[in-house]
T-cell receptor
Framework: DAGITQSPRHKVTETGTPVTLRCHQT?????MYWYRQDPGHGLRLIHY???????DKGEVSDGYSVSRSKTEDFLLTLESATSSQTSVYFC????????????FGQGTRLTVV | DQQVKQNSPSLSVQEGRISILNCDYT??????FLWYKKYPAEGPTFLIS?????DKNEDGRFTVFLNKSAKHLSLHIVPSQPGDSAVYFC????????????FGPGTRLSVLP
C-alpha cells in the first residue's frame, strides 16, 4: 500500500472555528491533491500542490487554504468552518502529472455543526 | 452544470453476469478518461484508463469503451464478482494533468451472489 495517511479520520467541529486536516506521505511524490466528496458531485478538487511551497486552487477552493512546507505534508485549513463544508475529504498523491498512478488516502469525515 | 455525468446512481447485477457502467461528458475537448473504484471507508483506487486515440482498453475482466462522437464511455466488467461491489467514478480531462480531471458523481454497483 502507498504510504499516505490522513489525520484526523473523523472530526466534528462548530461553525466558525478553524480546522486543519493533514495529509502525510512517505513516497516522496511531487504532486498532492485535496478533494471533497459529496453525494451527487463525485470528487471535486479543492487545492493541489506540485512541489514544496507550490500550490494552486482547484474547482472549489473558496473557504479553504493549503500549505506545503515540506514534501511529505500537505495541510488543508478551513479558515472558518461552515455547515456547507461538511463532507468527506480525500488527499491524493502522485509521482507524475496524471492521475493514473495516484494514490488516495482513506479520507477524513468532517462534520460542521 | 456537470461536465461528466453518470446517470445511473446505482446498478445491481447477478454474479457471473456482465456489469455495464456508463459515463457521458459534455466537453468535446476531453481526451483522457479514467475509472476509479471506491469501497466504503476507503479512498478511491485507479482501475483503468483510456485516451481518445483508442476506442477500447482492456485489463483482465475490465474493459473501457470510448465513443468520442457520442461523448460516451462505458466500463464493462465480465464476469462480475461480489468483490466488485463498490462505487465507480469516471473522470475526464483535456490534457491528462491531474488537477484538471473532472469526476462524475459515481455509480454504486452491487453484485448479488
Amino acid at each position: 500500500d502507498a504510504g499516505i495517511t490522513q489525520s484526523p479520520r473523523h472530526k466534528v467541529t462548530e461553525t466558525g472555528t478553524p480546522v486543519t486536516l493533514r495529509c502525510h506521505q512517505t513516497e516522496n511524490h511531487r504532486y498532492m491533491y485535496w478533494y471533497r466528496q459529496d453525494p451527487g458531485h463525485g470528487l471535486r478538487l479543492i487545492h493541489y500542490s506540485y512541489g514544496v511551497k507550490d500550490t494552486d486552487k482547484g474547482e472549489v477552493s473558496d473557504g479553504y487554504s493549503v500549505s506545503r512546507s515540506k514534501t511529505e505534508d500537505f495541510l488543508l485549513t478551513l479558515e472558518s468552518a461552515t455547515s456547507s463544508q461538511t463532507s468527506v475529504y480525500f488527499c491524493a498523491i502522485s509521482g507524475g502529472q496524471g492521475l493514473t498512478e495516484a494514490f488516495f488516502g482513506q479520507g477524513t469525515r468532517l462534520t460542521v455543526v | 452544470d456537470q461536465q461528466v455525468k453518470q446517470n445511473s446512481p446505482s446498478l445491481s447485477v447477478q454474479e457471473g453476469r456482465i456489469s455495464i457502467l456508463n459515463c457521458d461528458y459534455t466537453n468535446s475537448m476531453f481526451d483522457y478518461f479514467l475509472w476509479y473504484k471506491k469501497y466504503p471507508a476507503e479512498g478511491p483506487t485507479f482501475l483503468i484508463s483510456i485516451s481518445s486515440i483508442k476506442d477500447k482498453n482492456e485489463d483482465g475482466r475490465f474493459t473501457v469503451f470510448l465513443n468520442k462522437s457520442a461523448k460516451h464511455l462505458s466500463l464493462h466488467i465480465v464476469p462480475s464478482q461480489p468483490g466488485d461491489s463498490a462505487v465507480y467514478f469516471c473522470a475526464a480531462s483535456a490534457d491528462n494533468y491531474g488537477q484538471n480531471f473532472v469526476f462524475g458523481p459515481g455509480t454504486r454497483l452491487s453484485v448479488l451472489p
